[in-house]
């Protein structure tokens, strides 16, 4: 039977970091599979039931294929040619789906926490456990959100990987199901935890650029399966004045109940 999945709080929020460690402490190129870019897969997809009792939501149909082949696409025509996708809820059926990679889509390797752990990881835990497979710096977007138009741009990762950021992250409008956002932004660009009066917030779109050094307080491929959320890691280094954040304006749904599905499945498919 594989291990349970641990704990892990994350980092306390405000407190001073010295991220010079571990940012030094990771040679880079390393991964044998050094991908580029990581979907993540293995949620349950609970409001989405009864619709992800017998599917992972990533493979959902949105205006003609899978949710998560419009991030596949999107990624090959950027030219990013490797992947990593974590699955664990139904995740054989991701797998057998995508196979090792679509024809014309990015070459995949996939990190299976449902076999591995009997469950998912949540997001960092689920990052740390793929991060021997990725490379220094890398994307990351979840496999339920539709986000037709945005092309993860070559410039923004150079950009990103030659400044002291460890993330850098997409922000959208607030959608009615999270009025109050997660993020402030200030003008130069950096993203904000603790958010002054009268400044607006944004929704995380769930896409970001990040360093492997913001994953360092979990071990490298994550052994014992430490359940950990990305949020308390994102905050601390906004604290620290380590993330960068820009806003998008483009399409952008997170497909997490079935009205939003057949809402979304209602209006005509984009160009691409």
């Known amino acids: 039977m594989a ?9 306390p929020g405000g407190r001073r970091v010295d991220y ?28 989405m039931r009864p619709l992800t009792d017998h599917c992972p939501k990533p493979l959902l149909p949105v205006q003609g294929k899978p949710l998560m082949q419009w991030h596949l696409e999107a990624l090959a025509r950027a030219g990013w040619d490797r992947a990593v996708v974590n699955t664990a809820w139904l995740g054989e059926q991701v797998e057998a789906a995508f196979g090792p990679g ?13 076999q591995d752990f009997g469950g998912a990881l949540e997001t960092a835990g689920g990052i740390a456990r793929a991060v021997p497979q990725l490379a220094e710096v890398f994307w990351v977007v979840a496999g339920d959100v539709f986000m037709p138009g945005f092309d993860f741009p070559r410039a923004a990762y150079d950009r990103f990987a030659a400044g002291e950021a460890l993330a850098h992250l997409w ?23 603790q958010v002054p009066e009268g400044m607006p917030r944004w929704t995380f779109s769930t896409v970001g650029l990040y360093k492997r050094a913001l994953f360092a307080e979990l071990p490298a491929g994550n052994p014992q399966g ?5 949020a308390p890691l ?20 997170d497909v997490g109940t079935p009205e939003r599905l057949a809402a979304l499945n209602s209006e005509p498919a984009p160009a691409r």
């Open 3 to 11: 291990p349970g999945p641990r704990q892990f709080p994350g980092g």
């Open 20 to 47: 010079s460690a571990r940012m030094s402490s990771h040679a880079p190129e390393t991964a044998p599979f050094a991908a580029r870019a990581m979907v993540l897969a293995a949620g349950r997809g609970e409001r």
């Open 102 to 114: 679509l024809p014309g889509g990015p070459r995949l390797a996939y990190s299976h926490e449902g």
């Open 171 to 193: 922000l959208v409008p607030n959608p009615p199901h999270n009025p109050r956002g997660d993020f402030g932004l200030t003008p130069q660009g950096r993203a904000l935890n």
């Open 226 to 230: 430490i359940k950990a959320p990305l």
């Open 234 to 253: 994102l905050r601390t280094a906004m604290d620290n004045g380590l993330i960068t954040a820009q806003r998008w304006e483009g399409p952008w749904t």
